[in-house]
């Protein structure tokens, strides 16, 4: 059946995910080390609480300001939470070639703050989307089956004529469970070898 339809991971694929300029950004505003923000964040729990949907937005924040004592204003505070990801323009440029040719959503497990800060500060990772996916939104994580099933059923696509992809081979199999076409990211130039085996890009 003809691919209709794309997911993309975004840590990994869309983006470089580099965490270590976040937690080291955090630590100057709140005078701690980067590994006493890392431990708060991993290790408290508050990211997966976050990505899976149980913090939604002001309640990640309030936890943030709290656990860290942080002060900083809001957008500041946004922009050191997106300054984790690194746009990798080369799998950009892929996004848009196949926006002629199918739907695009963005499926990421990550936080409610994220999806609000992402499209402001970095437009260039989510303006070619049709939808972004958020799991902290969704309440959901990938390889949960429910959450591609969720993502499709916002773009108003089907499972046999979608093809997801991300760097996670936990994540792909998941996606094929769900009954999507599926591609483990290893680099762009191997993604665009795939693509024009399914047909999506001509050259």
């Not at 991971?9 to 470089?16: E, N």
């Not at 939604?56 to 860290?68: S, T, V, Y």
Request: net charge negative.
């Amino acid at each position: 059946m003809e691919i209709d339809t794309v997911l993309f991971d975004l840590a990994g694929v869309v983006c470089h995910f580099r965490p270590e300029r976040r937690l080291h950004a955090l630590a100057a505003k709140c005078g701690r080390t980067a590994a006493e923000v890392e431990r708060t964040l991993y290790g408290g729990g508050i990211i997966d609480m976050a990505d899976d949907g149980r913090l939604d937005r002001a309640g990640l924040e309030n936890r943030l300001r709290a656990e860290l004592n942080l002060t900083v204003p809001r957008n500041e505070l946004e922009r050191l939470w997106v300054s984790a990801f690194d746009p990798d323009t080369a799998v950009l440029a892929l996004v848009h070639r196949l926006r002629p040719v199918a739907a695009l959503g963005l499926l990421t497990n990550n936080d409610a703050l994220l999806s609000e800060a992402l499209p402001i500060y970095l437009p260039e990772t989510t303006e070619p989307f049709d939808a972004l996916l958020f799991s902290g939104v969704l309440k959901v994580r990938k390889p949960a089956v429910t959450a591609y099933r969720k993502a499709l059923a916002i773009l108003g696509r089907e499972p046999a004529r979608t093809l997801f992809i991300d760097d996670s081979a936990q994540n792909v199999e998941g996606a094929q469970d769900a009954g999507l076409t599926a591609i483990r990211f290893t680099g762009a130039d191997d993604l665009a070898a795939e693509l024009r085996r399914l047909g999506l890009l001509t050259a």
